[in-house]
């Protein structure tokens, strides 16, 4: 039988359907809807701080869907240009357009239609003359060489079938000196030592729901490096209990052993991500 973690394109065509019924539905998301992976205002509400998202349409706060807070990670300053892999309903490129000022810019990035409709309404609503909405690929980045100081991005690069792809482009597109500030999920640890093959356990999870196509947080060090980032640190923000995979479908059914679930429990993490371009 053919395994959707072996074919790209069917990949993408499987997150590209879940992300564009999710953004009508706001709500089916990343992670464990009662974590801080997505979804409901309280969850925003957590990552960005109330008086951050007060005055936002309600409509794009609701149309979450991180893990975490890149924005935080960023520290981004007036004037610089920023760029948001994977920006979904544009809730982080609104406001980073806030922070980089009037002369600064910041691009979102995404392949699905549905979410760049409503990034792009939500950015007209709030009156945003800094951002533009692009559409395609985070593997292929539609920007020029040495052209963005800050990468963002906020549960995407697990979704993309080539993450060592996406982060050779995010290099490139990067000034030197320029920084990447990106929250994902990762396995802490090394999968071997799991009770179920990789593959299986890939095969288990869900791939549109961020955990399948999860790096290690050393797979994603030596991808950093490859790709030519400096000043590499990852910090684990949260953890996973398997209670929760399995009680929200991010795990199939039957498909891993009560054992493996027990040694899985807690290694599924969000991560804080950052790197730099060297100068
Ligand atoms: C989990 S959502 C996160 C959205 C947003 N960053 C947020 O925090 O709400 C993943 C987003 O990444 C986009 N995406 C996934 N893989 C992509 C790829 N290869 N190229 C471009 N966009 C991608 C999806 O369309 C979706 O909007």
Request: with cysteine; proline share 4%.
């Amino acid at each position: 039988m053919s395994r959707l973690q072996d074919d790209p394109q069917a990949i993408k065509a499987a997150v590209r359907a879940h992300y564009g019924n999710a953004i009508q539905t706001a709500g089916d998301c990343c992670g464990p809807t009662n974590s801080s992976c997505c979804g409901p205002t309280s969850t925003e509400i957590a990552l960005y701080g109330e008086a951050t998202i007060a005055d936002l349409p309600a409509e794009m706060v609701t149309a979450s869907f991180g893990c975490g807070n890149s924005l935080a990670l960023a520290q981004l300053q007036p004037g610089e240009v920023a760029l948001d892999l994977g920006s979904g309903g544009g809730l982080e490129v609104l406001l980073a357009s806030r922070q980089v000022g009037s002369e600064g810019f910041v691009y979102g990035l995404d392949m699905t239609d549905a979410m760049l409709e409503t990034a792009r309404r939500n950015a007209e609503k709030a009156d945003a003359r800094n951002v533009s909405f692009l559409k395609g690929d985070i593997e292929a980045i539609p920007l020029p060489d040495q052209s963005v100081d800050v990468i963002l991005s906020n549960c995407v690069i697990n979704l993309a079938p080539d993450k060592g792809q996406v982060l050779n482009d995010a290099f490139r597109v990067l000034k030197p000196g320029g920084r990447l500030a990106v929250s994902d999920i990762v396995f802490d640890g090394d999968l071997d030592d799991l009770p179920v093959a990789e593959a299986e356990l890939r095969t288990a999870l869900s791939w549109s729901g961020c955990f399948a196509g999860a790096l290690t947080m050393n797979h994603y060090r030596a991808l950093l490096e490859a790709a030519g980032f400096t000043a590499i640190d990852l910090t684990v923000t949260k953890r996973y209990a398997s209670e929760n995979l399995r009680a929200q479908a991010l795990v199939s059914e039957g498909a891993l052993s009560e054992q493996a679930l027990v040694a899985l429990d807690g290694r599924i993490t969000s991560c804080a991500i950052t790197a730099r371009r060297p100068e």
